[in-house]
């Protein structure tokens, strides 16, 4: 019975929307006695439910930072207030666009430029509103960055944050880590599960250290190339039946 963690956007979702190869395959690992998990760096407010939609009952939000098994909330690690305030500071002082993730929340502390909504439209979600006050009543799990002019200097002042490239608009901004890998290797631990029984399927750049991590690592066939060069398998293209493909590859569920 195998643990099988599966980013969302390009992996299972093709433009927001489930295949029905994925609804399939999903239903399918399910018959064979395998849990299928969500690994995304959305957090639970940017999901929409989705995971209802999938059937999928657990699921890695924020990059690792947020975990639901089951319905079970077991973590739930926020960025620290004070590097958050600091950074805030500085999005001011060096004047870049931010907005905040919570868990039911999805702002902008700063929304000067077309960036915010540009961003929103690659992945189909909100355009959040500016709201400068949020961080200060309620927890972030993750932010999201807005200057490649800025980048490199930010992550040598901030060490406790993983920048990680989400599009060609934004930059996912975590607690330092190895983003998915950590809340895949949190959970897998806590559920002292054998480890040769750990897949994960991804095609992005906050998929790579999971796809290291996993027992067996795939890749999407439309993954970045250094996701694919990190996985031990290379999959077809999320609207090309990769996701069932590979899941069929490795006899997690049958061929038709």
Sequence with gaps: MALVFMDLDGTLLYHGTPTDDVLGAIEALKKNNHIPIIATGRTPRLMYGIEKVLHIESYIAANGGYICYKGEVMRNNPIDKDVLKHFLDRADELKFDVTLEGISNYVAYRKDTDLVHKFSDVFEIEYPEVNRDYHKQSDVLAMVVFSDEHIETLKGEFPELTFNRSNKYGYDVNPAGRLKADGMEWLVEHL????????ALGDGH??????????????????????????????????????????????????D
Aim: zero cysteines; charged letters at 30%; a negative charge.
């Design 206 to 255: 906050n998929d790579i250290e999971m796809l290291k991590a996993a027992h067996t690592g795939i890749a999407m066939g439309n993954a970045f190339d250094p996701v694919k060069e990190a996985a031990d398998y290379v999959t077809d293209a999320v609207d090309q039946q990769g996701v069932s493909k590979a899941l069929k590859h490795f006899h997690l569920i049958e061929d």
């Design 192 to 199: 002292d599960y054998p480890k040769d029984e750990v897949f």
